[in-house]
């Protein structure tokens, strides 16, 4: 059997998702029964995620503008994109300092209608651009419901800024379902089906052992499905910085 043919096997084994994946990963996934359906679609279909910026008010004029093309949600543009956690973690490639952005805010709003706000918190950035994660607090009030969409918004507000309106804007959804053998067994052999829940267990692997050919390999393939390998040695810089309300 060719590569690609392997790897367009793999794909159908893992379910809707058309990510290529390794030749180890595919065998381990051959190994269970992957028979999860995706969850059903809202009554209001979910738009593609805007996973650079977008948005703001004037970003041509801001000091932030040479680098927004570098923000990025680490993430597919086609929903559904998914957990099993109440409280998931969200990764984020963030290009600047923390002295380049007075500060940034993540909300987190109920599909649809996003009239609802289930968590927001506002934040300053770590002190050296890379990979920067936001969690959803451990408290019984965010825990995220099952079967619910929820649209996030992630905005950064530079230095000029004299608005109420952020400069930079990337916005994108997630899904909690249920926690089943089977997920569990997609998010132990780093198949991205659960992606969020996948991608944080694949990030917190590769900082505890960086040298690991295996988890970096794991880790170069998930960010080759959503076609940012050029972030594949980008450092890790840790949780953004909670302001107080």
């Known amino acids: ?56 008010l004037n970003p041509l004029t801001s000091l932030c503008h040479a680098f927004n093309e570098d923000l990025r949600a680490l993430i597919p543009v086609e929903n559904p994109v998914l957990t099993t956690a109440a409280q998931p973690t969200f990764l984020f490639f963030n290009p600047f300092a923390a002295d380049q952005v007075r500060y940034g805010e993540f909300s987190l709003l109920l599909w649809p209608g996003e009239q609802q706000r289930h968590y927001h918190v506002r934040f300053t950035l770590p002190e050296s651009p890379g990979i920067v994660s936001v969690t959803v607090p451990s408290l019984p009030e965010y825990a995220l ?48 089906n659960i992606w969020y829940d996948t ?22 393939m998930l960010l080759q499905s959503i076609d940012a390998t050029e972030l594949s040695t980008a450092p890790f810089s840790g949780p953004v910085i909670t302001l107080e309300n």
């Open 1 to 56: 059997m060719t590569v690609w043919k392997l790897v367009i096997v793999s794909s159908l084994l893992i379910g809707s998702w058309n990510f290529p994946i390794t030749a180890a990963l595919a065998q381990s996934i051959n190994q269970t029964t992957v028979s999860q359906r995706p969850p059903e679609p809202p009554s209001t279909p979910l738009p593609p995620n805007r996973t650079t910026p977008g948005g703001g």
């Open 145 to 192: 419901a099952e079967d619910q969409p929820y649209r996030w918004y992630f905005q950064l507000y530079c230095h000029d800024n004299t608005n109420a309106q952020p400069d930079l804007t990337i916005t994108g959804s997630v899904q909690r379902v249920a926690s089943t053998p089977e997920r569990d067994q997609q998010i132990q052999v780093d198949a991205p």
């Open 199 to 220: 991608l944080a267990r694949v990030a917190e692997q590769l900082q505890e052992s960086p040298q690991d050919p295996q988890i970096q390999e794991n880790w170069n």
